[in-house]
């Protein structure tokens, strides 16, 4: 299963961004979309997460506040949106979906993944 991110960029610190996640070809009912981020020489950090039914949302404490994350079923994808970006948030941000259900905030609680998308945030 491979997931695919796009809209990822270069923008500028306190400007918007939207990226896109899609499960493309297949119907696959996912309990649980997240958003993780690596910055060069860290480890993945947990961005945000989405379960099946688009309510109770959870966000890392860098960014609650500033990002939005969101489902749709039926299109089988998943989107965040970060406004008010910081420099700090430059990162390869990672798409992936979890088969099981509670808090997912750790990397190793998603089964799959998508091959990431730079974002790059100039001050």
């Known amino acids: 299963v491979q997931l695919l991110e796009s809209g990822g960029g270069l923008v500028q610190a306190g400007g918007p961004l939207r990226l896109s996640c899609a499960l493309p070809?297949?119907?696959?009912?996912?309990?649980?979309m997240g958003w993780l981020r690596q910055a060069s020489g860290t480890e993945r950090e947990f961005v945000a997460a989405?379960?099946?039914?688009?309510?109770?949302?959870d966000y890392g404490a860098s960014v609650n506040g500033r990002f939005t994350i969101s489902r749709d079923n039926a299109k089988n994808t998943a989107n965040l949106q970060m406004n008010s970006l910081k420099p700090e948030d430059t990162a390869v941000y990672y798409c992936?979906?979890?088969?099981?259900?509670?808090?997912?905030?750790?990397?190793?609680?998603?089964?799959?993944w998508g091959q990431g998308t730079q974002v790059t945030v100039s001050s």
């Open positions: 070809g297949r119907s696959l009912s996912v309990p649980v």
């Open positions: 992936a979906a979890s088969m099981g259900i509670g808090s997912r905030s750790r990397a190793s609680d998603y089964d799959y």
């Open positions: 989405v379960p099946w039914s688009g309510r109770n949302t």
